[in-house]
């Protein structure tokens, strides 16, 4: 339940706008919005040419290290 | 048309976050009355809306309804995960303008009347009132937050404030 409390004008918790402009920051939300955005939605392996290419490569490894 | 700009090209995002960064950060500070906290919800509610840009759909109300919606969203989730109570500082000021639309004289008891009365009512009532009375928003910018229509926010409000004055009569009748 939420709770209201009185209080008299400039006896409160005012922030200025000095202080709210230190959190105000543009090209860090940019910055975080193509992260989400730009990730790849998929998983490698479910690509099918990398699930190839990965295949591929575990294929080598396990021949490289039978020859050796 | 800053709006499909930035549809078009989220870099000219900027020039509504300039725009609307102020009134969101208030809107949120009043409910959570912590400077940082307030900053990183602020921070997260325009992520959300840069995002979601492409689903906004203009119908006529502010562009602000649909960021004070999100806002709204993004503190009622803070209160559930974090399981804060919501202490909410009310002005003297805003709780006179209470008082004079419920026909009532200021006095210091009156005022914590109206105030239990206020917690007293459902949240989807209570809501609407500090909407209006403490955030200060017009029934145009309530009717986009709720997608309805501005006569429709008016008669809600009002209907809140009719339940308010019922509460606060109890009350005093108790005492």
Redesign the interface.
């Known amino acids: 339940?939420?709770?209201?409390?009185?209080?008299?004008?400039n006896s409160?918790?005012q922030?200025s706008?000095e202080?709210?402009m230190?959190?105000?920051?543009?090209s860090?939300?940019?910055h975080?919005?193509d992260t989400?955005?730009k990730r790849p939605k998929k998983p490698l392996y479910k690509n099918p040419y990398m699930f190839f290419v990965l295949v591929l490569i575990i294929l080598l490894a396990l021949l490289l290290a039978g020859e050796l | 048309m800053q709006i499909n700009a930035a549809k078009a090209d989220p870099a000219r995002f900027a020039v509504l976050y300039d725009h609307y960064y102020k009134p969101i950060f208030l809107f949120i500070h009043h409910r959570i009355r912590d400077k940082q906290l307030s900053g990183d919800l602020t921070a997260q509610v325009f992520l959300k809306a840069m995002i979601n840009l492409g689903k906004y759909r203009d119908q006529g109300h502010p562009f602000s309804s649909w960021l004070y919606r999100i806002a709204s969203n993004e503190v009622n989730m803070y209160f559930r995960q974090s399981k804060r109570e919501s202490d909410i500082e009310v002005k003297e000021s805003d709780a006179v303008e209470m008082m004079e639309e419920i026909n009532e004289l200021y006095s210091e008891e009156n005022c914590t009347l109206i105030l239990e009365a206020l917690a007293e009512l459902p949240e989807e009532l209570n809501v609407l009132i500090e909407l209006r009375f403490m955030q200060k928003l017009s029934f145009l910018e309530i009717a986009g937050m709720y997608n309805i229509t501005e006569a429709n926010a008016k008669m809600k409000v009002y209907r809140a404030l009719e339940k308010l004055k019922q509460k606060f009569n109890e009350r005093r009748g108790r005492k």
Do not use: A
């Open positions: 339940m939420k709770k209201y409390k009185l209080h008299k004008e409160g918790q922030i706008d202080e709210m230190k959190y105000k920051d543009f860090r939300l940019k975080q919005y989400v955005t």
